[in-house]
């Protein structure tokens, strides 16, 4: 079961302007070969696939919606001019707890049949039920280039639209980091990162990790509110929240040169 794994780290958001706001979480996250799935279900009393427990991934609750989580994602990817030939995807998302969950970013790391990653789709959800999928090319040399993006999908109401995001995120391993840096303008506006450490995904991990994290899915949505709370108490003015794509999916491209250059400090660090 080695594509599959448990993360427990720490989610940090930092806004730069027009106000400072920052904070940090402790999250834990899971990486799920959507091939495993099944023998999960089986090997695990905790974790259940398209079933209620303690720990539940329902495949309905990303992609289209349709229950045919591995089927969307390949046509998307196909359409794309993505084709893994049958390689594996694994998904890092936040699992249901007793039943619920919320998860403002899910990563699909999809790979080919050779094990070499071929794309990355960050899918992002909203408080107001809507979804929309960034697919992000990867770069021959990770080091010398980050995937970027047009901003085109409602998220925050204190947050413009007139940005693009630069991504960096490493294959996953013994350490998993996903950094997020926001420019309007070609000025930074606004970071965001989960780092976490790698453990087996196993029923002793997961009793530890509720028994640490017991409430996760309520601090997620709480924090969401209880964070707009603060950045509306700072001034902040609300957005106007235009119509959703119209496709499901916005095609992001390499950089020709670093967007995030951590000679100049524009790199995120999760422990400031």
């Known amino acids: 079961m080695s594509g ?4 427990v780290g720490r989610v940090m958001h930092h806004r730069l302007k027009p106000r400072q706001h920052r904070f940090r979480y402790r999250v834990f996250s ?4 959507l091939d495993e799935l099944d023998a999960l279900h089986r090997r695990l009393r905790l974790f259940s696939h398209n079933r209620f427990n303690l720990f539940s991934f329902h495949d309905r609750d990303y992609g289209d919606g349709s229950g045919r989580l591995k089927t969307c994602i390949e046509a998307r990817l196909t359409a794309a ?27 699909y790391y999809c790979e080919d049949r050779t094990g070499a990653l071929r794309a990355i789709l960050c899918e992002v959800s909203n408080t107001f039920g809507q979804r929309h999928s960034y697919l992000l090319p990867v770069s021959s040399d990770p080091s010398a280039a980050r ?9 925050s109401p204190f947050m413009p639209m007139d940005c693009r995001y630069a991504f960096r995120m490493p294959v996953p391993g ?11 303008a070609g000025e ?19 009793l ?24 509306w108490l700072k001034g902040l003015k609300l957005q106007p929240r235009p119509e959703p794509p119209a496709r499901p999916l916005t095609f992001g491209v390499v950089a020709t040169t670093p967007v995030l250059n951590p000679d100049r400090g524009d790199g995120i660090d999760e422990n400031h």
């Open 30 to 33: 899971l990486l799920l070969d």
């Open 81 to 107: 001019g993505v084709d893994l030939a049958g390689g594996r995807i694994r998904l890092l998302c936040y699992p249901r707890l007793l039943g619920y969950v919320f998860n403002p970013l899910s990563v």
């Open 174 to 184: 013994e350490r998993i980091g996903v950094h997020i840096d926001q420019r309007q």
């Open 147 to 155: 995937p970027s993006v047009d901003k085109c999908f409602y998220v």
């Open 188 to 206: 930074r506006l606004f970071v965001a990162s989960f780092s976490g450490r790698r453990a087996a995904l196993t029923d002793t991990g997961l």
């Open 4 to 7: 599959s794994a448990l993360y």
């Open 208 to 231: 530890k990790t509720w028994l640490t994290h017991p409430l996760m899915t309520l601090k997620v949505i709480a924090g969401i509110h209880w964070e707009a709370l603060r950045l």
